[in-house]
Nanobody
Framework: QVRLVESGGGLVQAGGSLRLSCLAS????????LNWYRQAPGKQRELVAG???????NYADSVKGRFTISRDNAKNTMYLQMNSLKPEDTAVYYC??????????WGQGTQVTVSS
């Protein structure tokens, strides 16, 4: 079974930056497709960014140009660098992966709060 643990969330003023990390264990990290999702209270969980085993990347239109997703297979870690943060970015951010056995896993989330 895969376990995902997010970290790096916190409180930041609008225009500031944070870097989120997702540490994976229990499987072969290099064989995983990885994603960041976020969910604000009362709203549906939405895809923020994704990165495949081959390094293909996609972003939601709302974060393109401000967020950067990356992965370090040697450290079993995925990152989300978030710059120029807006109050609308406030949400719980979740790590998600699809394993090489095509099983879907979620982390518990890390809170990001952006004040105006």
């Amino acid at each position: 079974q895969v376990r995902l643990v997010e970290s790096g969330g916190g409180l930041v003023q609008a225009g500031g930056s944070l870097r989120l990390s997702c540490l994976a264990s229990g499987s072969i990290f290099s064989a995983m497709n990885l994603n960041w999702y976020r969910q604000a209270p009362g709203k549906q969980r939405e895809l923020v960014a994704g990165i495949t085993t081959g390094g293909s990347i996609n972003y939601a239109d709302s974060v393109k140009g401000r967020f950067t997703i990356s992965r370090d297979n040697a450290k079993n870690t995925m990152y989300l660098q978030m710059n120029s943060l807006k109050p609308e970015d406030t949400a719980v951010y979740y790590c998600n992966c699809l394993s090489g056995r095509l099983q879907l896993f979620w982390g518990q989330g890390t809170q990001v709060t952006v004040s105006s």
